[in-house]
């Protein structure tokens, strides 16, 4: 029995509630948790992306790239829980900013990479998901739409994990049958083949 799927739907279907019932809350998430990506993703430009083509643009927009997720990353984890309610806003609006100047400088240096013979797919892929958490930040910023988007994913969360709960237990359902089915066959055989034998 997979197991996992049970516990994911019993993940998705709770989460999906506390969104529906909490939504300011999860925007607040959501800031937290994206700043903390950007943070990491600074730290791992720094180390990572600068070193791997020798141009000296590329080094460049990649060292501002990173230095600017690293700052706008503790930002957002900092400044809305010192200064409070006013500046979880202000970070969005920060935060939406910043993505979208972060996947343009993204682009700059992945079309820095053409003649390179660097595979830079992962690149633009990479920067494609920047503008989408940005578009994301933007439908959840206004206070009225912003709730009703998040109870929306927050209902569709809680409807695919009952579905996954639901899936798990039809499942588990099945596999019983085919259990006993088997057992049955081999009870019969054993006993046949005493018959033989007496014989």
């Known amino acids: 029995m ?11 279907a709770l989460i999906g509630l506390l969104v529906i019932i909490f939504p300011a809350f999860w925007v607040k998430v959501v800031v937290i948790l994206l700043g903390l990506a950007a943070a990491c993703y600074g730290v791992y430009g720094l180390k990572v992306n600068k070193a791997i083509f020798e141009n000296t643009m590329y080094e460049r927009t990649i060292l501002i790239k990173s230095i600017a997720s690293i700052v706008i990353g503790v930002m957002a984890i900092l ?4 200064i409070g309610n006013a500046a979880w806003a202000a970070m969005i609006w920060v935060l939406i900013i910043y993505l979208i100047l972060a996947a343009l400088m993204g682009f700059y240096a992945a079309a820095l990479l053409k003649d390179s013979g660097i595979p830079r797919k992962k690149y633009f892929l990479e920067n494609l998901g920047l503008i989408a958490a940005a578009v ?3 439908l959840v910023s206004p206070k009225s739409l912003g709730t009703a988007i998040l109870r929306i994913i927050g209902a569709v969360a809680m409807i695919i994990g009952i ?9 588990k359902k099945k596999e019983v049958v085919v259990e006993v089915t088997t ?6 055989t054993p006993a046949s083949s005493e018959s033989v034998d007496n014989e």
């Open 2 to 12: 997979k197991k996992w799927n049970l516990y994911y739907g019993i993940i998705m």
């Open 79 to 82: 400044f809305p829980l010192a």
């Open 136 to 138: 994301l930040l933007i």
């Open 163 to 171: 579905g996954l709960i639901i899936f798990e237990i039809l499942s």
């Open 183 to 188: 057992e049955q066959v081999v009870d019969e």
